[in-house]
């Protein structure tokens, strides 16, 4: 029997090879998931730079905390999870941040449009927007949110990796995309109304 290739082989296997000490399982581990922990952190609208730290600091509390796992088999549900709590932890830590210097320095420039910036209802609105599109994108089914945020992800995948990050035929992820963003449509209608 041939062994698996790296797209078919169980979490379970990479898990229990990650705790014996097996560089190759934690290579494997972290290239096929890697995916999912920098869209967990692009969804909390981070810069590059601040999704890198929170890549970093989820991969170190992975090998912190992964002896304490007790359902290796719900490992993406967990490294989801941890992910999320660095991305929010990285938003407190940047707010609490107060520049001391002059702040234009700290300013964004805009491009020039020659329309007005937007006044405070727009943003408020912006926002309430962003919060219902996350929060109905959070009550998707798992597998939905995986393949949703591979296709967000920067840069995105191709359909052949996410076939393989997602074990599903190449063929089946467009009609399978398109059944997820209805669901996610239906969850933000039906929140608005």
């Known amino acids: 029997m041939t062994p698996p290739t790296d797209g078919d082989e169980h979490v379970t296997v990479l898990v229990?090879?990650?705790l014996a000490g097996d560089d190759d399982a934690w290579r494997r581990l972290v290239r096929r998931y890697s995916p999912l922990v920098w869209t967990v952190a692009?969804?909390?609208?981070?810069?590059?730079?601040?999704c890198q730290d929170v890549y970093q600091l989820t991969?170190?509390?992975v090998v912190q905390h992964l002896p304490k796992l007790r359902s290796p088999e719900r490992f993406a549900?967990?490294?989801t999870t941890a992910a999320r709590r660095e991305s929010l932890k990285h938003l407190e830590r940047c707010r609490r941040h107060v520049p001391v210097a002059d702040s234009?320095?700290?300013e964004r420039l805009r491009p020039n449009t020659g329309h007005t910036t937007d006044g405070p209802d727009a943003r408020i609105l912006r926002r309430v927007r962003d919060a219902s599109v996350l929060q109905a994108f959070q009550q998707l089914p798992a597998r939905d949110q995986r393949l949703l945020g591979l296709l967000v992800a920067d840069p995105p995948p191709s359909y052949d990796e996410i076939s393989r990050l997602l074990n599903m035929p190449r063929g089946?992820?467009?009609?399978?995309?398109?059944?997820a963003l209805?669901?996610?449509r239906a969850m933000i209608v039906e929140a608005v109304a």
């Open 16 to 18: 229990n090879g990650c």
């Open 42 to 50: 692009r969804s909390h609208r981070l810069s590059r730079d601040d």
């Open 59 to 61: 991969w170190t509390r």
């Open 77 to 79: 549900d967990w490294l």
């Open 104 to 106: 234009s320095v700290f």
């Open 172 to 179: 089946s992820i467009g009609p399978f995309r398109a059944r």
């Open 182 to 184: 209805g669901r996610l």
